[in-house]
């Protein structure tokens, strides 16, 4: 019984010591995460959305919602990593709006960005 109860302590022990040791690290950090590369402008929009400010507006909506996915958006961030991201989605938005070519894409996007 004695060789029981020794063997679920230091399981308990090494149980409890895993988590305290996976809790102290935190999660990963923005800054361990390998680079992904320049955003693949891989994005169906129907060509109808860029005659409209509004269907630009829409479109680019649903843009911002993949960039700041491909920048490593997620609920659990520092504000350092937070920070990163919105750097990363405004620097990517800009880029890929060049890609447009259409003064009503930038025009929304400018709308946007002004408030």
Known sequence: MKTTSKTALIATLAITGAFTAGFATGPASAQDRPYRGPFAFDFRYDASELSTLEG????????????????GDAPML?????YAVKKCVKRTMSQSIDKFSSTTVAQAFQSRADG
């Open 56 to 71: 630009a507006q829409n479109m680019l909506a649903r843009l911002q919602s993949v960039v700041a996915a491909h920048c």
């Open 78 to 82: 520092t504000s350092e990593e937070r």
